[in-house]
């Protein structure tokens, strides 16, 4: 007992830990802003009808606001309209002349935020920019990746548990009935968990904290959204899930349900999420179904099993025990088959699972899968046999395997809602292809001159990230065009010089999503952009990231206050 209260905290700090690695991740955009029309930093003769937006992947339209010369917020005429990627925002006749701005957030068929902001000028040039995701805040992350956990392991364990009645136990028993109340504890907590993931989903979406749950618009935004759809699929399954319980004793039609509410579950899981969506789909999303009700039936079974071997005598235990074997040798075969062929769809290259972030969750997963593998070749070879030679000894020794396969799997799904939120490298290829043509489109463009950074006028600041200072200067500080210029250093005080860097600038408190660039290299140490335009005054966000290696990246916050 000591043992296992000791090693209690490690299991605690790695939840925790993948629990972080979530919420960052789940920060990370999935689909990819290809075109826009008008180009980012175009200069326009005329007012244009409509902002078209052209995306990798069909995406739907959370908020959409424009603003006009001096922050005004210009009216719409009919709301923004998404269709096969395209989102499409309708403009008012007769705009100002000036800088327009149109602040973007949707979401993207696996289900996460996009969001960003194109600026271009009537009679005026702003220079063209790259658009780039805003990170919502991590508490809101965090609870939203814990979220999703709970809505995974519930929804498989409730209907899993229903599939072990219907073809374990092969009908209507005493054991049975004994795990029924449990197994309706399980659908209601599953019902709970797939509504709460609505809620944060939409939070997310809206980049709004916590306390944005009492809003109902946040609620609004996540039943909108593919995990909204996921989740009435889910309740239906869940629903025929509890009426088949409770309808025990009709024989088939309560079976029919149990079973219906698996397929249900099974079926929820397809409508959202990247597997789901990856090409070609007539592939993966019946492998993705296959996968569920596999990955169900296997750890549903695990308390269920738990029971049996506490309550009932050894020759009936055994029975059911091997029952439960045999059956789960086909399920764990369809679901290593159709998680393989899923992998392969999304990791595209061998070198991606320790090139990438979802590589490595996809490595940490596999290494879980295994060691369950592992002890379920023991439990069939070893301690079932033991089962019915050494009795109750043996049987709480196949219970502790069993809690043991419950860690790990609790820790699989862990890493499958990691995956779920952080970007496949099939999404990260495209987004490299569209991000790198307009970055070498605005370096190209770009003409800095080779200058110290100026401090005499606008606003400074020197935020030091890992023992390297860097002086962030933007001039004039002021509404308009600015010069945003990075001055940065190694830790000795040499000038670092970056393989790359980049800046986002945003404006939360009037709904501006980040404006990004990529600065040119204008001296030892020193990266600039000259041109930024920043439409209204307040206290603007400013994030700098320097690439500095192949594996190593300073990032540097603060805020410019622009009067």
Not at 288 to 316: D, K, N, Y
Request: proline residues 6%.
């Amino acid at each position: 007992m000591r043992r296992h209260l000791m090693g209690w905290p490690l299991i605690k700090g790695w939840l925790a830990a993948l629990l972080l690695m979530l919420a960052v991740s789940s920060a990370w955009a999935h689909a990819v802003l290809v075109e826009a029309v008008p180009p980012d930093g175009a200069r326009l003769d005329r007012p244009p009808a409509e902002v078209s937006l052209r995306f990798n992947e069909p995406v739907s339209p959370v908020s959409v606001r424009v603003l006009g010369p001096g922050g005004a917020e210009v009216a719409l005429p009919s709301p923004p309209k998404a269709e096969d990627g395209t989102l499409r925002v309708a403009l008012p006749a007769g705009l100002a002349a000036g800088t327009h701005v149109v602040s973007f957030r949707v979401v993207s068929a696996d289900g996460h935020p996009v969001a960003g902001s194109i600026l271009f000028g009537i009679g005026a040039a702003p220079d063209r920019g790259v658009v780039q995701a805003e990170e919502a805040r991590q508490s809101t992350l965090l609870a939203a990746a814990a979220a999703r956990w709970l809505h995974y392991g519930s929804l498989l364990v409730a209907v899993g548990g229903g599939l072990f009645l219907i073809m374990v136990l092969d009908g209507w028993s005493p054991v049975g009935r004994r795990l029924k109340p449990g197994l309706c504890l399980g659908v209601g907590v599953a019902a709970l968990a797939a509504v709460l993931n609505v809620g944060l989903a939409g939070a997310v979406l809206e980049g709004a904290p916590l306390t944005g749950l009492a809003a109902a618009a946040v609620w609004k935004t996540g039943a909108a959204s593919s995990t909204g759809a996921s989740a009435a699929l889910a309740l239906l399954g869940l629903v025929a899930t509890a009426l088949g319980l409770a309808l025990e004793e009709r024989g088939r039609a309560g079976s029919a349900l149990l079973l219906a509410g698996a397929v249900g579950a099974a079926l929820a899981l397809t409508a959202t999420g990247h597997a789901a969506t990856a090409e070609p789909r007539w592939l993966s999303v019946p492998l993705v179904a296959l996968h569920a009700l596999g990955v169900a039936f296997w750890i549903g079974s695990f308390w269920p099993l738990a029971v049996v071997l506490r309550t009932e005598a050894a020759t009936e235990a055994v029975r059911i025990v091997r029952r439960f074997s045999g059956l789960a040798m086909g399920a764990v075969a369809v679901l290593v088959l159709a998680g393989a062929v899923l992998s392969v769809l999304q990791l595209v290259e061998p070198r991606a699972i320790v090139d990438t972030a979802y590589g490595q969750l996809w490595l940490g997963k596999m290494v879980c899968v295994l060691a369950m593998l592992v002890l379920a070749a023991v439990n069939r070879l070893r301690l079932t046999p033991d089962l019915a030679i050494a009795g109750p000894a043996a049987a709480a020794r196949l219970r502790g395997s069993l809690f043991t396969e419950m860690v790990a799997a609790a820790l699989v799904l862990l890493f499958t809602a990691g995956l779920g939120t952080t970007p496949p490298p099939r999404a990260l290829a495209e987004s490299d292809v569209a991000e790198s043509d307009v970055a070498k489109s605005d370096v190209a463009k770009s003409d800095v001159a080779k200058s110290d950074v100026a401090t005499s006028a606008g606003f400074s600041a020197v935020v030091t990230v890992r023992g390297r200072p860097a002086l962030i200067t933007v001039t004039p500080a002021r509404p308009g065009p600015n010069r945003l210029a990075v001055q940065i250093e190694q830790a000795d005080g040499t000038p670092l010089n970056a393989q790359e860097v980049s800046a986002e600038l945003a404006l939360p408190s009037a709904g501006i999503e980040p404006i990004g660039r990529v600065l040119a290299k204008a001296g030892p140490g020193l990266y600039a952009a000259d041109g930024v335009e920043l439409p209204l005054a307040g206290d603007w966000t400013v994030r700098v990231d320097a690439l500095v290696s192949d594996f190593e990246k300073a990032l540097y916050r603060t805020e410019v206050t622009v009067r």
